[in-house]
Nanobody, 120 residues
Framework: QVQLVESGGGLVQAGGSLRLSCAAS????????MGWYRQTPGKQRDLVAA???????NYADSVKGRFTISRDNAKNTVYLQMNSLKPEDTAVYYC??????????????WGQGTQVTVSS
């Protein structure tokens, strides 16, 4: 069982920056990858950025060059530095973790979401 707690969302003007954090906790788990997704009302939840234990990263085309994902494996914490924010970045951002349970089955875990609003 993995619990994810996000923080760092808020209201920012276009061109500004925010840093999101997500801390994972629980008993007897191994996290293979962590990432950030975002969702607006009536739309699917889309990948923003992800990072593996080995440090490999993947970004949505819409955020490349503006967002940076990083991870502290020892703390089971992932960060998303968001620069040059645009109004279209407005969404609820969800932390995601892919973790192995005690039977070595990979499962997805989600945080509660944090609102990011970018004003023009």
């Amino acid at each position: 069982q993995v619990q994810l707690v996000e923080s760092g969302g808020g209201l920012v003007q276009a061109g500004g920056s925010l840093r999101l954090s997500c801390a994972a906790s629980g008993s007897r788990f191994i996290i293979n990858a962590m990432g950030w997704y975002r969702q607006t009302p009536g739309k699917q939840r889309d990948l923003v950025a992800a990072i593996t234990n080995g440090g490999n990263t993947n970004y949505a085309d819409s955020v490349k060059g503006r967002f940076t994902i990083s991870r502290d494996n020892a703390k089971n914490t992932v960060y998303l530095q968001m620069n040059s924010l645009k109004p279209e970045d407005t969404a609820v951002y969800y932390c995601n973790a892919k973790a192995l349970d005690t039977t070595l089955i990979s499962r997805n875990y989600w945080g509660q979401g944090t609102q990011v609003t970018v004003s023009s």
